[in-house]
């Protein structure tokens, strides 16, 4: 079937009542046209173009010609629409943000853990090493176009994010601390095209060995936002949390 053809040709409103009618039951097409106080011929052509998209079948039966829906097509129908109606994570993403758009205040206070099969070391280097980083530095649907982190204090944190629409998000800062291994504390906050921060964010990283593994504790924190940059605030905990999704799945 094509479904597109399928829903155009339903979509005209006298086709429509047609099969609203059959679907209660099989009709002939005089009662078809009476039914809808249309004249028969155009009840015939109304019919025979559901019938070409495979929805409506006529059967000759005798001298009468009997048309019925064809269930087995309305339900092909109808399972392309429930895939479409079918929810994904990214719909759950969007539906996340959305939410803490409309209750963004001026701050954030956000933790996300994860218990990461990789080993500590090979954890630090993909928070400490800007190649590393730059491979799972970036929600879902962004690439990095510009990605510096050094675990030295001091040290310049830079990251360059690019949308599929080619609009970049640039966001900049210094490393606070880091106990080699164990810890990194650092300033990325959301910078305009002069490199002023529109808040400040600072990120705290804490690895713990678990098992074969590595426990992973990200306290991210924001401050100074107003009813401008609202969005970029409420994007702060999803976003890190598909990051660090990503971080999994680099880890393997």
Request: proline residues 6%.
């Amino acid at each position: 079937m094509d479904v597109q053809q399928a829903l155009a040709t339903i979509g005209e409103p006298t086709r429509f009542r047609i099969l609203s009618l059959l679907a209660a039951g099989p009709r002939t097409v005089g009662e078809v046209a009476a039914a809808i106080g249309a004249l028969q011929p155009q009840t015939t052509k109304h019919l025979q173009l559901l019938e070409t998209v495979g929805v409506v079948s006529i059967e000759r039966l005798g001298r009468r010609r009997l048309a019925r829906v064809d269930r087995n097509a309305l339900r092909e129908l109808a399972d392309w629409l429930g895939g479409l109606a079918t929810a994904t994570s990214h719909d759950d993403a969007l539906q996340q943000y959305a939410a803490a758009v409309r209750s963004a205040g001026a701050a954030a206070d956000i933790v996300l853990e994860r218990t990461l099969t990789a080993p500590p070391d090979a954890v630090w280097r993909a928070w400490t090493d800007a190649r590393e980083a730059a491979r799972w530095w970036a929600p879902r649907h962004f690439e990095v176009v510009c990605c510096a982190v050094s675990p030295q204090p001091g040290a310049p944190v830079e990251l360059v994010l690019r949308e599929a629409d080619g609009a970049e998000y640039a966001s900049a800062g210094t490393v606070r601390s880091a106990e080699p291994g164990r810890r990194i504390v650092f300033d990325l906050s959301p910078v305009d095209a002069n490199g002023r921060a529109y808040f400040e964010v600072v990120v705290d990283a804490a690895l713990e060995p678990s098992g074969g593994g590595t426990a992973l504790r990200a306290h991210i924190t924001a401050e100074g936002a107003d009813a401008d940059t609202a969005p970029m605030l409420a994007g702060l905990e999803p976003g890190w949390s598909q990051q660090l999704d990503r971080l999994e799945e680099v880890l393997g």
